[in-house]
């Protein structure tokens, strides 16, 4: 999925590693094991993966969080064209070691760099979205598509895939329970956020467009969900099952909520204000409001577990104000 399209619709424990290669400790499935082939289902079918892969390569920003939440390291990572110079996300340096950067282009993936780091496993999901591209990806290591028919695979579904293959059941399940505690400690210190509404949106300068996530499935809509909010009704009405609602300055309206989070698409967030009614939102007025960089947008619409610890972290200060705790 290119940048452009991607910008679009995003408005979601300790074993040693070697270097450069994933290395994990006794398990059940020790890598050289005589253990029965593992079958990983996914969009395109099943994946059998035999014995413990040494060799992973990332293809997902949300599949590499998956491992890097797992004290593992991929042989190489896709950068991810929306993240830093790098390809990297603020989340993902503090773990990320030795592993390659693959670097992505207009014309398709990397096939020759993928295969150079000789994979046993691959990992992708939007990245290997048609079939043609998952073959030939399948062709050079055995290959994960997306998990399941959602746009965006749930990160612990992903977490759980990851710690059953390199013998990480435990620390999955470890890893799954301490981000619920900490959203639901959230919800415990915060109880004022129940029954609030709370929408993720951008603005583009460029076609000067409000764009606005109105899915409840969406992954930044289940973290709110989970701290006890929703989407307001109207958004969810108006989209009529669409998923995102797109419409034009005049309409900024659309964004009445409580806690109103929005990437300045190709602007500055002192522009927001200039939009006729921006200023007058109950979400601006009362402290709820956020503007955001793609970081933050990619943290919410696709997240794992170190990208909603992040991003609980530093929208703290808005769900405070939410709450009636400025």
């Not at 939009?275 to 939102?281: A, H, K, N, R, V």
């Amino acid at each position: 999925m290119r940048a452009t399209q991607r910008a679009i619709i995003y408005v979601t424990l300790s074993i040693a590693t070697l270097a450069g290669a994933v290395s994990c400790g006794s398990s059940d499935r020790d890598a050289g094991a005589e253990t029965a082939p593992l079958s990983v289902e996914h969009r395109f079918g099943a994946a059998e993966i035999i014995g413990q892969p040494q060799r992973v390569v990332a293809l997902s920003s949300q599949w590499l969080d998956a491992l890097l939440a797992l004290d593992l390291q991929p042989v190489a990572y896709l950068e991810d064209p929306l993240a830093g110079d790098d390809g990297l996300y603020i989340w993902q340096h503090p773990h990320i070691g030795d592993a390659d950067p693959i670097t992505a282009s207009d014309t398709g993936l990397p096939l020759e760099r993928i295969a150079a780091a000789e994979p046993d496993l691959i990992l992708a999901d939007y990245s290997a979205g048609e079939q043609q591209v998952y073959d030939q990806l399948n062709a050079i290591a055995p290959t994960i598509g997306m998990l399941g028919d959602e746009q965006v695979d749930p990160w612990y579904k992903q977490i759980r895939v990851i710690g059953e293959i390199l013998g990480k059941t435990a620390q999955a399940e470890e890893i799954i329970d301490r981000v619920n505690n900490e959203v639901t400690a959230i919800a415990r210190e915060l109880p004022e956020l129940a029954g609030k509404t709370a929408v993720l949106s951008q603005f583009m300068f460029d076609s000067d467009q409000i764009v606005a996530v109105a899915d409840p499935e969406d992954g930044a809509s289940t973290l709110f969900y989970a701290l006890g909010m929703s989407l307001p009704d109207h958004l969810v009405t108006e989209a009529a099952g669409t998923g995102r609602l797109i419409v034009s300055p005049e309409r900024v309206d659309i964004l009445r909520s409580d806690l109103l989070i929005t990437w300045p698409n190709g602007g500055d967030p002192e522009e927001l204000m200039q939009i006729p009614g921006f200023s007058e939102l109950p979400s601006v007025q009362g402290g709820g409001f956020a503007a955001v960089d793609i970081e933050t947008v990619i943290a919410l619409n696709t997240p794992s577990a170190l990208s909603t610890e992040w991003v609980l972290n530093s929208l703290r200060p808005q769900l405070e104000c939410v709450s009636g705790r400025c």
